[in-house]
């Protein structure tokens, strides 16, 4: 079963903007608008931040936001902070046989 | 607020059956809103879902697993458990519990971290 794409880092500096990429198939991203993106700081259990493609939780920043353009959806952060230093994971749903799968993951440096 | 509290060894010998329990609170096991879900990931790397069971007691496992997981739920005790047979070191990770609703994951375990050795 493959995961999604994401690349390995990202970096930025404070109040910039950066965007993740999490690259699937027409099978799972680019089929189902079922694309969800997970925050994890060291040692923490993930937490969502956005879901549904650009949906966003209530409690989570609206600095947060998420889009999809065909098997490639995206996580942009503006206006970063320190605390938003953290791994990034994306996930979709991939039909009745696979279910769920996830992006490798990408670590976030605030610079 | 559903809560989530996983259970189980830390330490499984090679060969054996890893098991683990989630003990719920603050949402009922027979809920018909939620999946209840295992995910794992290896030390230092992305998650993997493992598999979910629904109120019903339908269960979804991810393919690669299929052959070796069984998720259960126990409704007199508001938990539900994760069995992996025939582990090696390759299934060393830290092990969550969570609750799904419309495919995204909702609530988090803190997690626990298995290790296979002798």
């Known amino acids: 079963q493959s995961s999604l794409t994401q690349p390995a880092s990202v970096s930025g500096s404070p109040g910039q903007s950066i965007t993740i990429s999490c690259t699937g198939t027409?099978?799972?991203?680019?089929?189902?608008?079922?694309v969800s993106w997970y925050q994890q700081h060291p040692g923490k259990a993930p937490k969502l931040m956005i879901y549904?493609?650009?949906k966003r939780p209530s409690g989570v920043s609206n600095r947060f936001s998420g889009s999809k353009a065909g098997n490639t959806a995206s996580l942009t952060i503006s206006g970063l902070q320190a605390e938003d230093e953290a791994d990034y994971h994306c996930?979709?749903?991939?039909?009745?046989?696979?279910?769920?799968?996830f992006g490798g993951g990408t670590k976030l440096t605030v610079l | 607020q559903v809560q989530l509290q996983e259970s189980g060894p830390g330490l499984v010998k090679p060969s054996q059956t890893l098991s683990l329990t989630c003990t719920v609170s603050g949402g009922s096991i027979s809920s018909y809103d939620y999946y209840w879900t295992w995910i794992r990931q290896h030390p230092g790397k992305g998650l993997e879902w493992i598999g979910y069971?629904?109120?019903?007691?339908?269960?979804y496992y991810n393919p690669s697993l299929k052959s070796r997981v069984t998720i259960s739920v126990d409704t007199s005790k508001n938990q539900f458990s994760l069995k992996l047979s025939s582990v090696t070191a390759a299934d060393t990770a830290a092990y969550y519990c969570?609750?799904?609703?419309?495919?995204?994951?909702?609530?988090w375990g803190q997690g626990t971290l298995v290790a296979v050795s002798s």
């Open positions: 996930c979709s749903y991939a039909g009745s046989t696979i279910f769920e799968v």
């Open positions: 549904e493609v650009n």
């Open positions: 969570a609750v799904v609703t419309a495919h995204k994951v909702d609530f």
């Open positions: 027409s099978s799972d991203v680019g089929s189902y608008n079922l």
């Open positions: 069971i629904y109120y019903s007691g339908n269960t």
